[in-house]
């Protein structure tokens, strides 16, 4: 099974930013994901869906609406609560009180935990870590926790000098139970670790790549790099591989001996 995690798309009402166009991106991550074999089971997109105004909803919903399978949205820092329930809330059950949902898929359980608090922040509070209790309680087979904002330490300054408030408690939940893989965006970078026992990671973002600075201080800068997404692949024994694909392919693959024929490249995913 494959799952396809996008993520951080910020799409703006006012159009594209100077060099970075997420409605292209997403179009052609679509693309991408429409020809790939096996089909994926599902799309996760794992927050800030809009960058600045709600009217941003409007378009981004008509662009989501053109998903090749099924989608599910969690919100990010820079989404609005009322709004993104009003126009994604038809994508998933939504917990009252906040935007965490669970969705059983094939055995196994994509949970999405809200990780926004006031103003944006990082961070769970109690009702959210007594919902999350309850859906591991009754989870059968691994879980898959997603949210916006990792709730471990990424090693940039920039990033971490603002605490995932809840992070110990969240961690203490999630170390010894069904979850087996923790998924995150908001870092516009693939970042790697490992917390509460199992692998965590960040996606890359659709929108754009944001600069690495491991000191502090360092300014908020945006990169030239392509747009990305993570092709989450549940193994036979449910074990999680994880694939990175970038989006500005300039051809199609070509073989080391020869040009693929049209069954050859059939066979691979993108």
Known sequence: MLIVQLSDLHLRDDGAYPRHDPAEALARAFEGIARMRPAPALILLTGDVIDRSAAGYGPACALLRQAPVPL??????????????????????????????????????????DSNRAG???????????????????????????????????GIPRLDGTPFEGAEALEALVRGSAVTRVIAGHTH?????????????????????????????????????????????????????????DLDLRGAPEGFAATLGAEELGRLVY
């Open 189 to 245: 970078r693939e970042i790697t670790a490992t917390w509460a026992g199992v692998t965590a990671s960040t996606g890359p973002a659709l929108a754009h790549g944001l600069a690495l600075s491991l000191v502090g201080g360092a300014p908020h800068a945006h990169t030239p790099d392509a747009p990305g997404m993570h092709l989450h692949q549940v193994l036979p024994d449910g074990r999680l591989v994880t694939h990175r694909v």
């Open 120 to 154: 944006g922040l990082p961070g769970v509070d109690a009702a959210r870590l007594d919902w999350l209790a309850g859906v591991l309680e009754g989870a059968r087979g691994n879980a898959l926790l997603a949210l916006h904002h990792p709730p471990f330490a990424t």
């Open 72 to 113: 599910v949205a969690l919100s990010g820092n820079h989404d609005r609560a009322a709004e993104f329930r009003a126009a994604l809330g038809d994508r998933a059950d939504f917990a009252e009180g906040h935007l965490s949902f669970a969705l059983p898929l094939d055995g196994l359980t994509v949970i999405g935990l």
